[in-house]
C-alpha cells in the first residue's frame, strides 16, 4: 500500500491534509518546514491526488483533490516510509490511533480536518498582514495589492481584516493607497479595496523607500 507513493510525496499528502486548504510553498515552508518540489508536484498531479495552480507572484498553490484526500485517509493505516526520523515514526503511530477513533464512531476524515492549521505561533490578524506583506513584496516600499494579501488571510473574518487594516494604516504601521489606474482594476480588486476616510484604497506598502 505504501510503495505507491514515493515518501517525499507521502510526506506532502499528510502535510497538505493537515494544512486543509490551497496552500503555497513559502507558507508550508513556514508552517511545517517542507515544500513540494516539482518531480513530488507532478507524481501527486499524476496520480489524480493534486491539483495545482499558479497564484499572486507566480507561487504556485496546491490542494487535494477527493481522491487525494481518500489516499491520505488510507495514509493511517499505512507503514512508515522507510529511513525516516524518529518523529515520523511517532507521527504515523498517532494516525493509527486516529484511524481507530475514527473507526469506533463512524467518523471520516473531513470531520477532523476541517479548519486550515495556520502552524504553531499564529500571530495576531495585525501580525498575519504584515508577514502576508512580507512575502508578497520584493523589498520594503513595493506596493501590494489588497487583492493578494487578501488571498492570504484565508479564515480572517472580512471585519476584522479591514479594523487591523485601519488600526495599522491609523498608526503609521502601513500605508494604504488607492490605486491610480482604477479603470484597469478587476472586480475583485475593486472588492478587496478598503475605505479610509470615504476613499477607496487598493495597495499597501511597508517601509516605503
Known amino acids: ?66 481522491r487525494g484526500w481518500a489516499r491520505a485517509r488510507r495514509e493511517f493505516r499505512c507503514p512508515p516510509p522507510e529511513r525516516v526520523s524518529g518523529a515520523w515514526l511517532l507521527h504515523y503511530a498517532t494516525l493509527r490511533h486516529l484511524a481507530g477513533l475514527l473507526d469506533r464512531t463512524d467518523r471520516q476524515i473531513a470531520d477532523v480536518f476541517t479548519e486550515p492549521d495556520r502552524g504553531p505561533g499564529t500571530g495576531s490578524v495585525e501580525d498575519r498582514i504584515l508577514d502576508a506583506y512580507r512575502e508578497l513584496a520584493e523589498k520594503p516600499g513595493d506596493l501590494v495589492g489588497l487583492v493578494a494579501l487578501r488571498q492570504r488571510l484565508t479564515g480572517v473574518d472580512r ?51
Do not use: C, W
Request: proline content about 7%.
Open 159 to 209: 471585519t476584522d481584516q479591514d479594523r487591523a487594516l485601519a488600526g495599522l494604516d491609523r498608526r503609521r504601521e502601513i500605508h494604504l493607497d488607492p490605486d491610480p489606474a482604477r479603470h484597469e482594476l478587476t472586480p475583485d480588486a475593486h472588492d478587496a479595496a478598503i475605505l479610509i476616510g470615504g476613499e477607496a484604497k487598493h495597495l499597501i506598502t511597508i517601509g516605503r523607500p
Open 1 to 66: 500500500m505504501a510503495a505507491e507513493l514515493s515518501t517525499p510525496a507521502r510526506q506532502v499528502l499528510i502535510a497538505l491534509m493537515v494544512r486543509a486548504e490551497r496552500v503555497s510553498n513559502p507558507d508550508l515552508r513556514k508552517a511545517y518546514r517542507i515544500e513540494i518540489t516539482k518531480p513530488v508536484r507532478e507524481e501527486l498531479a499524476a496520480a489524480g491526488l493534486l491539483v495545482f495552480e499558479k497564484g499572486p507572484r507566480n507561487a504556485i498553490f496546491h490542494e487535494l483533490t477527493d
